[in-house]
């Protein structure tokens, strides 16, 4: 008989399972019902535990270390609030399908239902935002549970998982054995496309006139961008991104239409309205991609790649649907196609459209505009930062605008649209990356709901250019009450409640700039980028009322877009 | 159009709560649902009945099928099936109207489980119209109260056999 194994205390066995995950980092907070784990943390060297501010804070954290890198962002929260801090922070890692694993702590397990102190129902709460969740109650299921969560938060369609620990279960004993295989007989991701569908798909993109490749975040997440672009370019097939596909060819590249959608190029949006092949490669047919839907290329023949069978037929109804693995399925489109199609004609329809309608953020003007500033950043990182925007105007400019060369490297809160995302999730994506600029990019609203991780990146020398576009006005929300709500600014105009910025970063620790002159950008952004021993601030001070354009109005044809603001006495 | 969905799920602490969430969070409504256990220990089935239009029952099988704790999604409705539906009716008698309605229970198959002074309680079993049938014949009786099962199915014959042979290792 075997001498019976060492009994491990479950927070033994916690980090016994992060250790076998290879896990770097822990974001995250301590509580009561963590105290165990924390105690273990202490005697810890193979990881580092970085303490956000917040909760909130801590998940987009990972969320943003998770995009950079493509591991799983893992979070370690208390129970009650704690746990309950973290919910915008999972559900915005499952809108944009981020492999997180977030452990909350919970009340001992004969307390759980009873109202006790800092008790939260989080495997409740969470469930609709999560890919999967798991109360563990025995600590002999803890090992295969963490095992099974690192497991699904990275395959098929990644997502956050979360992992709610009782304190009593932590403290408690048993013997340790990770399982090396995971069987989930429920849960058999498709990894392979169909060869008959692709090698129809195949053909028909051989065959026709006006393809067009309409690519998404499941390009960036499969790690996709050397196939997309190798396909790209030899069959010359012009590619147009939703946000989270952006990386996936340069935006600025040969193939590149930029983006579609509510503040998509114009011909990008003509493109998709106007093709006979559109392929959706790992995309959702969102409806800020599509508009109105029963006008949305109507003309073409539809074909779908996506590892969720549930993302087909979705919204809109396709002509060929190939389940599996975007990355393995474009590699073997390339190699199933016999002839390239004849895209000439095509791509000079496209140039028409071009010339027709171009970007135009009036440069020039007196006052500092947003877009300019977003240009010179992108000049003069020649697209090679890692580009983590917030939510609201400056996000869609920076889409527009910022040339982002490298997948990874564009790092938004796209589904959810959650402001307070820009701050924490550069933070994240800095441990991760330290070769290239980090750029954190805010606006004046979203920078102060999560204001208070400037200090995490001071604490760790984080190098990231936090960056505030600042117009004193929820810009996005100020735009749609011009437009479409009788210029009613309910609420959005800031000036008098914002604080002195570069006093407040400055109070953190940050060197810190403001910038109110166009002719001042450039010299700024030197001195900045120059610092890299530690997190920086700058402010831009921008044209107040500036608009977002072109825009397809909510609800509308995406071919049909406002170029510019319709009153000329209000141009800024 | 109405569908009958068989799902079989981990007999699993939650495992409902998931189902009940997806159709609440996006939107599908429900008829009737009713849970129970199967002949696998670790394995419960749920008897789904849901109306909607083509694409949304594509919808709802691809939801069932991404929840984890899901093991099969079949639409019964494109199968041969038996369904059937369990009610227990409380309905009012007086002292002329007693054998009209045993009448009843007895034509419908039904059996008197429980009487008292002025009801009787009856359980009947059949397919989900035959019960409809039944209520709208005791309707002008007065039914005190009722509790119906919500249908439970399961496909016929050899398919059984089959479709067993992909969940069971």
């Given at each position: 008989m075997s001498p019976a194994k060492k009994k491990l205390s479950g927070a033994d066995i916690f980090f016994e399972c992060l250790k076998r995950e290879n896990v770097e980092y822990i974001f995250g907070y301590p509580g009561g019902a963590t105290l165990k784990i924390y105690e273990k943390l202490f005697e810890i060297d193979f990881l580092t535990h970085i303490l956000a501010k917040h909760e909130q804070g801590a998940t987009h954290m990972a969320e943003g270390y998770a995009r950079a890198t493509g591991k799983v962002g893992v979070v370690l929260a208390t129970s009650g609030p704690g746990a309950t801090n973290t919910v915008t922070g999972i559900a915005n890692a499952y809108m944009d399908s981020s492999p997180l694993v977030v452990f909350t702590g919970q009340v001992p397990a004969n307390l759980i239902g009873n109202d006790a102190f800092q008790e939260a129902d989080i495997v409740g709460i969470t469930r609709p935002i999560t890919k999967h969740n798991f109360l563990v109650r025995e600590v002999c299921e803890l090992a295969v549970t963490i095992r099974k969560a690192f497991y699904l938060a990275q395959t098929g369609r990644p997502g956050p998982v979360v992992v709610d620990l009782p304190k009593n279960m932590i403290a408690s004993e048993c013997e340790f054995e990770y399982p090396e295989k995971v069987d989930i007989r429920g849960y058999k991701p498709t990894v392979d496309g169909h060869p008959n569908q692709i090698k129809k798909a195949a053909d028909i993109i051989s065959k026709a006139k006006r393809p067009l490749l309409y690519v998404g975040g499941g390009v960036i997440m499969s790690n996709a961008a050397e196939e997309l672009r190798a396909f790209a370019s030899r069959n010359n097939l012009p590619v147009t991104m939703t946000l989270q596909g952006l990386g996936s060819i340069p935006t600025n590249g040969k193939q590149s239409l930029g983006m579609l959608g509510m503040h998509g190029m114009y011909w990008a949006n003509q493109a998709v309205?106007?093709?006979?092949?559109?392929?959706?490669?790992?995309?959702?047919?969102?409806?800020?991609?599509?508009?109105?839907?029963?006008?949305?290329?109507?003309?073409?023949?539809?074909?779908?790649?996506?590892?969720?069978?549930?993302?087909?037929?979705?919204?809109?109804?396709?002509d060929l649907p190939i389940v599996g693995s975007v990355k393995n399925i474009i590699a073997d489109l390339d190699k199933a196609m016999k002839d390239k199609p004849d895209t000439d004609a095509w791509w000079k329809q496209i140039e028409v459209w071009k010339a027709e309608c171009p970007l135009n953020y009036a440069n020039g003007s007196e006052t500092l505009r947003a877009g300019y500033v977003i240009e010179r950043i992108s000049e003069k990182t020649n697209g090679h930062a890692v580009i983590v925007p917030d939510v609201g105007q400056h996000q869609m400019w920076i889409a527009q605008l910022y040339n982002v060369v490298h997948p990874r490297s564009h790092i938004s809160s796209?589904?959810?649209?959650?402001?307070?995302?820009?701050?924490?999730?550069?933070?994240?994506?800095?441990?991760?990356?330290?070769?290239?600029?980090?750029?954190?990019?805010?606006?004046?609203?979203?920078?102060?709901?999560?204001?208070?991780?400037?200090?995490?990146?001071?604490?760790?020398?984080?190098?990231?250019k936090f960056?505030?576009?600042?117009?004193?006005?929820?810009?996005?929300?100020?735009?749609?009450?011009?437009?479409?709500?009788?210029?009613?600014?309910?609420?959005?105009?800031?000036?008098?409640?914002?604080?002195?910025?570069?006093?407040?970063?400055?109070?953190?620790?940050?060197?810190?700039?403001?910038v109110d002159k166009a002719e001042n950008v450039d010299k700024v952004l030197d001195e900045a980028f120059a610092i890299n021993d530690k997190p920086v601030f700058i402010e831009f001070k921008v044209s107040r009322e500036d608009m977002v354009f072109p825009m397809v109005p909510a609800g509308a044809s995406i071919s049909d877009m406002m170029i510019e603001r319709l009153n000329p006495k209000r141009m800024v | 159009m109405k569908h009958t969905i068989s799902l079989l799920v981990e007999n699993r602490f939650g495992a409902f709560d998931r189902v009940a969430t997806m159709f609440s969070g996006k939107g599908f409504n429900i008829s009737s649902i009713s849970i129970g256990e199967t002949e696998i220990n670790e394995i419960s089935r749920m008897t789904i009945v849901v109306s909607g239009e083509d694409q949304v029952m594509e919808q709802i099988e691809k939801q069932l099928n991404r929840l984890i704790d899901t093991i099969k999604v079949v639409d019964l409705t494109k199968t041969e099936r038996c369904e059937r539906e369990l009610a227990l009716i409380t309905v009012n008698y007086k002292p002329g109207t007693l054998e009209e309605v045993k009448n009843v229970c007895d034509i419908f198959r039904g059996t008197i489980v429980d009487i008292c002074n002025k009801s009787l309680t009856m359980e009947v079993t059949g397919p989900p119209a035959k019960i409809d049938a039944i209520v709208n014949v005791l309707m002008p009786y007065g039914i005190k109260e009722m509790a119906r099962s919500g249908t439970v199915a399961i496909r016929r014959g050899e398919q059984v056999k089959q479709a067993k042979k992909e969940y069971v290792q």
């Open positions: 309205n106007n093709c006979d092949v559109l392929v959706a490669l790992g995309a959702r047919f969102d409806d800020r991609v599509t508009g109105k839907l029963d006008t949305f290329a109507t003309n073409a023949y539809k074909i779908h790649v996506d590892i969720d069978p549930s993302s087909i037929d979705k919204n809109v109804v396709v796209g589904g959810l649209g959650t402001m307070g995302f820009s701050v924490p999730a550069a933070i994240g994506a800095a441990f991760a990356i330290k070769d290239r600029p980090i750029v954190s990019i805010s606006g004046d609203g979203g920078f102060q709901m999560n204001i208070q991780e400037l200090s995490t990146a001071v604490a760790h020398k984080l190098p990231v960056i505030v576009i600042n117009n004193a006005f929820l810009g996005m929300v100020r735009q749609w009450q011009e437009l479409f709500h009788a210029e009613k600014y309910s609420f959005t105009d800031l000036s008098a409640l914002n604080p002195n910025f570069v006093k407040v970063a400055e109070a953190f620790g940050l060197p810190s700039f403001s | -």
